[in-house]
């Protein structure tokens, strides 16, 4: 493997010294660039094109050969591990994801099995090595998976959902059911989070979406405690570098401390808490990634630039910050406002460091 | 007026010794009833139902009937605002509100103008008048509005929405157009609830549904001001009785202190935080109002009255705590343990009590 030409994104999450503040964007290979657009119509359906390592390649590489961006995130999709579970995925026009077999009883979770990373999910580890190598060291690749709440939602639901009827009805009236699902998605994550490791990917992120849905208690029990399971289970170094993890619970703000807790090397932040109070809170512990808006990309790039420095500002002195946006980036934003929020970041973050 | 038969809501709102804790559900008047289903089909539409004082008395009522709730709440809608500002409301089977006139500019909130309570929004009125009238005494009239800024939401995106892509790059890009905005809907709002209080309604509580959505400082200039000045503005008095006033933010557990400042006398919980901790918190300014998971309701009613037994443990001794749920009941809820909710509170609060 060629060496890492920039590693400001793996020294941030570590905390160690760097010259200017890293930053990536949450779904930065997507829609909103045309050249996305037009992959993803050559290949086919949306699970077609994850499932092609050559152009997961292609889609992921797109946003760097347009930004600076500091890190590389694996294209695919968090529901590739239910899917290769035997779920029947499918994505409809307009409604999203949808599996033909949820997952309601507990005969259902007992039919589950662990899926092989190198089997079902072999192209997504084809995706991985395809990329390290085509990245040539550019910047480090990210790997991710969902949460096992948030799998275990569109498998208990049958797809997406407003109302969570049916999770949460197993949550409450199926305890036992639910944490018997959970047990089983948390070994498939570990599993594939380490393949990916073993892959090549450099860091990894756990992606909770629908954790802030749960009360308090419930999110300890049925979200936090498997994330922390799947974290003792990674394979924290890999080519003689430590391999970060990144935890992102979304409207998680009241829960950094039991997050941090972990053993994670950083939290993901959406944009209902401000980064200065995550960093009093938890900045000893775990470095911090986020979290403007995603929202603010629709304004003007002054505008872009100033919700920046505000940020930075925010954060303060030193290392251990990650800048991104709090959420996936939306669709209708143009990609050079993007431009201008990333050179924001590396721009006005200088005087910070060093 | 008939005198009040049952006024606990109202003294746990003031803090005031009550015997058992008091209790309501968000949208009890709702389509979990066949009772309101029925009424429904034979207003016409939605807002059919709404604009009728004699079935918006009926279908308030309903719920009374079944259960022994310790309020009623008016029944209506929070879009009645902006239709009766001119935006051309209606609802679409299955996709929810939309309004044909959305607010996209500044000479968009030029031409909004206040509505005239008594005028365009009589109907509003008319139906708490008939409340009042019908319920005889038997437990106070909640009247209610949106937040300005969840109004607003509705009015520029032009309905719901996932992404708030409108509303947000109003709000990031033309601060000063948005600010414009939200002072219209603050004047109506106020006029509105004056209105409703001066018809009979005995306590208000402003939904801010949507205000969860926005950074802690955006919450604070673009929601919560607004709602401050409406408090600051509503008569809080009425035949010789003080008129509570109750904030909802939903998602707004981070921000209990800024809310409890606005001089409300109560807040709204969701379950996303802890009720003992949001008294410990803000539990010397207001009264709580909340805050079970509405999903509780699909479990059976002896994990419901689990959950309502953990819930009054958490609030602990005293008054100050109005039961509810931490958002409106779902609609695939049976009756059965809507009753069972309600049966729990009375009598597992009792030993908290006198």
Redesign the interface.
Known sequence: MSELKNDRFLRALLKQPVDYTPVWMMRQAGRYLPEYRATRTKAGSFMDLCKNPELACEVTLQPLDRFPLDAAILFSDILTVPDAMGLGLSFTQGEGPVFSKPVRSAQDVARLGVPDPEGELRYVMDAVRTIRRELDGRVPLIGFSGSPWTLATYMVEGGGSK???YV??M???APQVMHSLLETVARAVTAYLNAQVAAGAQALMIFDTWG??????DYRNFSLHYMAQIVAGLTREAQGRKVPVILFTK?G??WLEDMAATGCDALGLD????IGEARRRVGSKVALQGNM?P??L???PQ?IRE?VAAILADYGKGSGHVFNLGHGI?Q?VEPEHAAAFVAAVHELSRPYHG
């Open positions: 109302e969570y009827s949460k009805k949550l409450y009236d802030g849905i749960l009360t308090p208690r409207g703000g009241a944009w209902t808490i401000t808006d929202s603010v629709y304004a003007s505008r919700e939306h209708h």
